[in-house]
């Protein structure tokens, strides 16, 4: 007597998505011994685990330059607050954006000089138009916004 064999649909196992995949790039050999240095130095386990972080912060990035998508982030300024009327000025622009401003610490540097850091959490062009408004005063010496695509949690 033969022995019943399962329908072969039930022996085929379904393929598991696979969870990494390989590229290969080429690069110039000073940024490649760099790219050794860097991983080294900030204790990576490969090449490839700092490239995959690298190219995932550029993707937060390029997200929120795009988006709606809600961020948290950071807009950092260095400015002289000598300057007349600029801290009013950075002060009303963070009034008007205060749904989006959650803080701001200000450290005083030498000559006149103000570090300030505010966390901010909204659609990523919005985050973006801030930043813009803010690096864009006069007496404002540079800037920059740092993007998360993680999110603060409500609070209540």
């Not at 860097?38 to 330059?65: D, F």
């Not at 009013?88 to 850091?117: A, C, G, P």
Request: charged residues 20%.
């Amino acid at each position: 007597m033969l022995a019943a064999h399962p329908p072969l649909a039930s022996m085929v196992q379904p393929r598991k998505k696979p969870t990494a995949a390989r590229i290969s790039i080429s690069l110039p050999v000073t940024l490649f011994d760099e790219l050794d240095d860097m991983v080294a130095k900030r204790g990576y386990a490969s090449r490839s685990e700092a490239i995959s972080k690298m190219i995932s912060e550029q993707l937060v990035q390029h997200q929120h330059e795009l988006g709606k998508s809600i961020m948290a982030g950071t807009i950092t300024i260095i400015y002289d607050h000598a300057k007349v009327g600029l801290p009013t000025r950075l002060l009303n622009i963070q009034h008007k954006w205060l749904k989006e401003v959650i803080s701001s610490q200000r450290v005083h540097l030498e000559n006149h000089h103000t570090l300030e850091v505010l966390l901010v959490q909204g659609p990523g062009y919005r985050l973006k138009q801030i930043a813009t408004e803010l690096i864009a005063c006069k007496g404002v010496k540079h800037g920059y916004l740092t993007v998360s695509s993680t999110i603060i949690p409500p609070i209540h």
